[in-house]
Every structure is written in structure tokens, then in C-alpha cells.
């Protein structure tokens, strides 16, 4: 038990496991994305964004998403194709260490066809419901994304209200946050 223990968390050195080790289903990114991911947006070019953050030792673990999306988000063949020879579903690196934290990878969704069309709806359906205040950014970020898809955000007052909204999301809503949110 020792030995287990003493292998595990920051004392954990071989990061290999087996090919069929991770099994993505619907609940359990999910439950990934209530821990791991993130609902934002870019305010300067108004665009939502959805990411993972992950060290590099957990880059298997984005791949896997990445290819379960590409699989299950129900695209027909040609956008399977399209989507396949893009970035729309990017994943990235940093390759060093920053701030005295460890090398981290991100997959990244900036791309509001899919994500407005596909991702939200996806994330929406079969009674999956959000647990923590992430579904809280998830609702909200699905409303700024509709707006934008439509164009809305060409209108002054819409976009102020938009802007006005990712004020909320994420740090803002934490308990711990000390200013007031409008």
C-alpha cells in the first residue's frame, strides 16, 4: 500500500498507460468539463470560446475528447471531412513551464457554427444536466453564442449586454469574488 501511495500525485513518474485506457462517454465529459473546461469569452473580437486546460502529460486525454466530438457531435461526411482539414477543434501546447507551473496542452473551440449548432445543443441534450456553477457559464455562454450566430451583436445595446453578461461568468461568479457584478 506504501509503494502504491508513494507513486501517486506529484511522486507519479511513468505516465504511460494502456491503448484502451480511456473511454470517453457523453456523462463522463461532462463531468470532465465541470472540472477541467472552461466557458469564455474573447471580449475584444466578441468571440465565445470553449477550452480545456490539461497538463502535457495529459495530452492523450485531449485527443481522445477531441476525436470523441469529431465522432459524436453528428456531422454528415462532408463536414466530417471539412472538419477534420481545420482548426475548428484545435489542440495546443505551450511546450514550457509557466509561472513555475507544469508544461500545459488546450483544446480549444473558438468557432461559432459549431459551437452554436453543434457543441451547445450537444452538451443540451439527453437529460445531462450541469451539477456545479460551470453549468451556470454553459447557459450563459450558449445565450452570447446564439446572439453572436444571429448577428444581434451588431447592435449596440445587444452587445453592451452581451459584454455585460461574461462579466458573470467564471471568476465573477465565485464566492470568493469581492466586487459586485451588474
Known sequence: MLELKNSLNTKRTSFSNPENHIVITKSWLLGFIEGDGSFSLERAKLEPTFSINLTNNQLTILV?????????LGFDLYSMHSLKCSSVI????????????????????KN???LNNYFMPFLSEDGLKFITK???????????????????HHRKKIKSLILKLSYTMNNYRLSTYIESVE
Do not use: H, M, Q, R
Open 90 to 109: 484545435t489542440i495546443s501546447g505551450s511546450g514550457k513551464a509557466i509561472n513555475n507551473s507544469k508544461p500545459f496542452v488546450s483544446l480549444i473551440i
Open 134 to 152: 460551470k453549468g451556470k457559464d454553459f447557459l450563459d455562454l450558449k445565450i452570447i453564442c446564439k446572439a453572436i450566430y444571429i448577428g444581434a
Open 64 to 72: 481522445k475528447i477531441k476525436e470523441y466530438l469529431e465522432n459524436n
Open 112 to 114: 461559432i457554427y459549431l
